[in-house]
Nanobody, 125 residues
């Protein structure tokens, strides 16, 4: 089970930190990702972290502004989002997958992820 939190409404230029708390079983999946979906658009990958080594992946659109991190003791993954702009308004989803190598822990294909949270809304105005 994955439970997201931390979404909300902020003004442009503001920041939010999303959290994804995982159950023991889903956290054993070694790749945790964040995706987002805006109304009328396809779900797109934002960032991913290979929980074994902490290596990360970012979509080009968020590099330098978003940071994914983990707290293994809390089985929680975070997405720190800075310099937010209205175009990032979307429902943000946490997802988990098991991959064979850190090089494959990418948030570029939602179909690779078998576990999903319910989502948390981020609105930037």
């Amino acid at each position: 089970q994955l439970v997201e939190s931390g979404g909300g409404s902020v003004q442009a230029g503001g920041s939010l930190r999303l959290s994804c708390a995982a159950s023991g079983y889903t956290y054993s999946s070694n790749c945790m990702g964040w995706f987002r979906q805006a109304p009328g658009k396809e779900r797109e990958g934002v960032a991913a972290i290979y929980t074994g080594y902490g290596s990360t992946y970012y979509a080009d659109s968020v590099k330098g502004r978003f940071t994914i991190s983990q707290d293994n003791a809390k089985m929680t993954v975070y997405l720190q989002m800075n310099s937010l702009q209205p175009e990032v308004t979307a429902m943000y989803y946490c997802a988990a997958a098991h991959v064979g190598h850190s090089d494959y822990c990418l948030a570029d294909n939602a179909a690779d992820f078998g576990y999903w949270g319910q989502g948390t809304q981020v609105t930037v105005s």
